[in-house]
């Protein structure tokens, strides 16, 4: 029996048993919502971890993080999705090793040993914890929250706010960086003080009317520059270079959508959890190639060279420009399309990590930490960006959660640690 079909049979009977105690199944995890509580069993290699936090937690912090939409999600998102909080981790089990070989009685035996175990250990959970609006989370038994978050959303569920701010603070204090980020200078506890701010509702409103009334000055702007344009042109002055920035509208605005995608590539950085990144030398020959493609343009189109250098320095940096934005977005089409058709199944695998690793320094959350690992199931070895992989020391063994691309290129669902 090979590995896949050994997974696929473990799978099946976790599914089966798993129904049996009320538990649903997705990829590696099997949950379920009792007295309040969300349930999440993860199975992984020779362990099976059920962690546990309140219904609440979840929906509150999607709130904060303007991402309500969540809730309308299957409820597996709560156990296995990137943004989703960790849980108190309530008791961990012995469970199947991918290096030992089981006959399927054996695998039903465990499981079903596994899930009678959960099930004392949930009524006995249940019985000291009767209340999940008052449930705080013993931190010492955390699944992993370096940011405190599912404490501090308790602290917020029970109107404890001035506590939640002062964590955050004394994290500020310390230099803490969180987890969750957004942009360059927001995180998770930065959308937390603004969801704790009554005027921020306010402030956020006045702050968008202001932002549009710039755009409409910018427009006005960019007329004045074009009329002087013209009137530079009809006038004979020299500085004809000047009529450059004179562009049809249409033009004007696929330059600025792309403007917009080239940030948004900039701010969320699509590759960054899968196990491929783009080669950074496409981001300087593809700009360097349209550039020098306007500038032959401009020349062999020049019937005089009276504003040569002016036409030609413009024309190099308006298509290194308009070259830079088609990379970026062919880069962010190309993730988003191997993304959303990605394979659903979940391959989990165990990597060594290896002594190579590289760190390159960006601004604030774009920093690289680059670490290789090497899957010795499937025979190679592969570059991966994360800041808390890199810590791990050269030797470790971690369990790397992945989805096959639509065009072959793996994306990475959860690395344990």
């Known amino acids: 029996m090979t590995k896949k079909e050994t ?59 303007d991402a309500a939409d969540n809730k309308q999600e299957p409820l597996s998102l709560r156990g296995k999705g990137a943004f989703s909080l960790p849980g108190q981790v309530v008791e961990s089990f012995t469970a199947l090793s991918d290096d030992n070989a089981y006959s399927p009685d054996e695998v039903r035996a465990i499981v079903e040993k596994i899930f009678e175990s959960v099930a004392v250990a949930i009524d006995n959970f249940l019985s000291a914890n009767p209340d999940a609006d008052a449930f705080l989370p013993d931190e010492v038994r955390m699944d992993h929250d370096p940011d405190r978050l599912l404490y501090i959303i308790a602290l917020l569920h029970s109107g404890r706010e001035s506590e939640a701010l002062d964590i955050i603070a004394d994290a500020r204090k310390n230099r803490h960086r969180c987890m969750f980020r957004s942009g360059w200078f927001d995180d998770s506890y930065s959308y937390i003080r603004r969801w704790c701010s009554d005027s921020y509702r306010v402030r956020a409103t006045t702050a968008l009317w202001r932002k549009l009334r710039r755009l409409r000055g910018v427009r006005h702007f960019s007329e004045k520059i074009c009329k002087s344009a013209s009137e530079h042109e ?184």
């Open 7 to 65: 997974r696929k049979m473990v799978a099946d009977i976790r599914r089966d048993v798993g129904r049996e105690y009320g538990f649903r199944q997705s990829a590696y995890i099997n949950f379920k919502v009792v007295g309040g509580y969300f349930f999440c069993l993860y199975f992984m290699d020779a362990e099976a971890r059920l962690t546990v936090k309140p219904m609440y937690a979840d929906d509150l912090w999607w709130d904060i993080w």
């Open 234 to 417: 009809s006038s004979g002055r020299r500085y004809r270079w000047v009529r450059y920035l004179y562009v049809p509208g249409y033009i004007r605005w696929i330059l600025y959508i792309l403007a917009v995608i080239l940030v948004v590539k900039y701010f969320f950085d699509l590759d960054r959890r899968t196990l491929y990144t783009f080669p950074d030398w496409t981001m300087f020959v593809g700009p360097l190639f349209s550039g020098l493609l306007f500038v032959f343009i401009v020349l062999i189109g020049r019937a005089r060279l009276k504003d040569l250098f002016g036409g030609t320095l413009i024309s190099m940096c308006v298509g290194m420009v308009i070259g830079g934005c088609f990379i970026a977005v062919g880069c962010v089409a190309f993730d988003v399309i191997n993304r959303l058709f990605a394979d659903r199944e979940v391959v989990t695998v165990q990597a060594v990590v290896t002594s190579i690793k590289h760190y390159e320094i960006g601004h604030r959350s774009r920093s690289r930490y680059y670490t290789v690992v090497d899957i010795p199931a499937e025979d190679r070895d592969v570059r991966i960006d994360d800041a808390r992989l890199f810590k791990i020391p050269a030797g470790d063994t971690v369990s790397i959660s992945y989805r096959r691309g639509l065009f072959g290129f793996s994306i990475i669902d959860n690395i344990d640690y």
